[in-house]
């Protein structure tokens, strides 16, 4: 620390804005039954900024996290997550990320990532057709990003 201090002070000194290096980490949790019904993600929308890096654990067994395809901006990552085991994802690129349990996707238990304020893929990721209960689901999750 004693080694930072001159480079900081000079950067106060200079006027220039001090950076902090540190990404975030997030958790999501796939649960059996959550605040918001059954099967589900929580929280089930996330705003994070690039770097952050998001946890997905499995409270209960039987649950994965896996993106889905066309509801990632250009150049996004996707991820494919094992069922009951945690995976650890890290987003770089600004935009709306949807993402699914596999087994129970029919059911609606989807989430949205927003990464930084880029939401220039919203209307692709909108447009994506889902099964079940997840149309509605995402429907919901995206008049609940509106209120934001």
Known sequence: MRLCLPLIFGAVIAGLPIVSAVADA???LMLNRGE???MVFEPDILRIQPGDTVR????DKGHNSQSIEGMAPQGGISWDGAIDEEIEVTFETEGIYGYRCTPHYGMGMVGLIVV?????NRSAAQEV???GKSQKMFERL???LDAM
């Open 26 to 28: 997030h958790v999501v």
């Open 36 to 38: 918001t019904g059954v």
């Open 56 to 59: 997905f654990v499995a409270e």
């Open 116 to 120: 930084g304020d880029d939401m220039s």
């Open 129 to 131: 057709p889902h099964l």
């Open 142 to 144: 995206f008049e609940n």
